[in-house]
């Protein structure tokens, strides 16, 4: 259980990456821009209590953003929690249920699966969920401390689903980003040998594959080409494995340079290299093979 659990923290934080700091700090810098433009607003509405509520929220957001500066990104996430927790409910009470501010809350969902291990992420969800209820019920039983008119209402109301709108949208955005991001990634990986850049054996077999099914359905004639490097055991004995994946890795890109753009070159395992020529008979891949640097 407890190694599990381990495995499970430490794949939530690599899965965190860069983007994903980058995303909360732009976060803390939107955020902080509302709660100025809700100074104003409020100021604008005659209610300073909330207004100078806005200032405090505004210096949480900037201390988060320089948490996550300074890489403090367990103390800026909890920063961001209380001021969107105390905050939701300090609006809600003194204006009504229906100023939105009920919203913001409801963003944290998709972001304490990114935060947090999955078992805990579900315990937060939960206490969440109790949470937002207790705002709800408890503004069925009491008035707004501080009611503003029916327009004004109305319109912070607007401002807050815009907001969190918008918010919820570019996350969206941002998390779909991700996820092609990782598709693309494990593509690569499933078809290219990560220390030539060239194919990998399984795709090179693909290929093959593919070009000799070309062939006995239409004729098309390919050739194909199996190197090795001489004595590269020899190579990896007197200067190491680490110069021995240089010189592998000046093969590999030195091989397609000698080729026509069609043809095709994988890694067919340690110091052997697959070449596929499409459209090719043997007289031409023999000029090919023979026609290569000395």
């Known amino acids: 259980m407890d190694s599990k659990h381990n495995m499970s923290g430490s794949w939530t934080q690599r899965e965190r990456g860069p983007e994903f700091w980058k995303v909360a700090r732009l976060a803390c810098q939107l955020a902080g821009t509302v709660d100025v433009s809700f100074f ?3 100021h604008i509405l005659d209610s300073p209590i909330l207004a100078w509520i806005n200032v405090i929220s505004v210096a949480i957001y900037v201390a988060a953003y320089c948490a996550l500066e300074r890489k403090q990104n367990r103390l800026a996430i909890r920063l961001i929690w209380l001021e969107v927790i105390v905050h939701s409910a ?13 919203y913001y809350l409801l963003m944290f969902i998709p972001a304490l699966f ?14 969440l969920w109790l949470y937002y209820v207790g705002l709800d019920i408890l503004m069925w039983s009491i008035e707004p401390v501080q009611p503003i008119s029916s327009s004004a209402l109305l319109g912070v109301h607007l ?14 955005y941002f998390y779909l980003s991700m996820v092609l991001s990782a598709q693309r990634k494990l593509r690569l990986l499933a078809t290219v040998d990560s220390l030539t850049g060239l194919f990998n054996r399984r795709h090179g077999s ?17 050739a194909f080409m199996l190197l090795d490097v ?17 010189v592998l890795t000046q093969i590999g890109q030195l091989i397609p340079e000698q080729l026509r753009t069609q043809d095709l070159v994988a890694r067919w395992g340690g110091e052997e290299f697959l070449i596929i020529l499409p459209d090719t008979d043997i007289s031409s891949a023999l000029a090919s093979a023979y026609s290569g640097p000395s």
Not at 90 to 102: C, D, E, K, P, R
Not at 116 to 124: E, G, I, S
Not at 210 to 220: C, L, P, S, T
Not at 230 to 236: C, E, Q
């Open 230 to 246: 001489d004595h590269f055991k020899s190579i990896n004995d007197r200067y190491g494995h680490d110069i021995g994946d240089r």
């Open 206 to 222: 693909y290929l093959a594959e593919k070009e000799i099914a070309r062939f006995q359905r239409a004729g098309h004639p390919v």
């Open 90 to 102: 300090l609006g809600t009470i003194m204006i009504g249920w229906g100023s939105g501010f009920h």
């Open 114 to 127: 990114v935060t947090m291990p999955f078992q805990k992420a579900v315990l937060a969800l939960a206490g």
């Open 159 to 172: 401002f807050n689903l815009s907001i969190v709108f918008a918010m919820f949208s570019y996350l969206s």
């Open 40 to 42: 104003f607003l409020f």
